[in-house]
């Protein structure tokens, strides 16, 4: 028995709509609601800075108890 082998007939117009229907699930964000990325972020001091910082918190302490 013979088998026939029939391959996809895709036009370019039909590409460009699978394009697009695929691409409309996606949703874009709008331009009117932006906010600049640097809003959401915050910075986060590293182990070496806190370190530093209560090495520097606690000197403090105690330049004042020998100043007393």
Do not use: C
């Not at 036009?11 to 996606?26: A, F, K, L, S, V």
């Not at 331009?31 to 370190?51: A, C, F, N």
């Amino acid at each position: 028995m013979k088998r026939l082998a029939v391959g996809l007939m895709t036009t370019p117009e039909y590409i460009e709509w699978w394009g697009r229907r695929i691409n409309d699930n996606i949703p874009k964000p709008s331009q009117g609601d932006s906010q600049p990325i640097e809003k959401h972020l915050r910075v986060v001091p590293s182990e070496l800075e806190i370190i530093r910082q209560d090495f520097e918190r606690r000197n403090s302490e105690l330049e004042k108890k020998i100043g007393q």
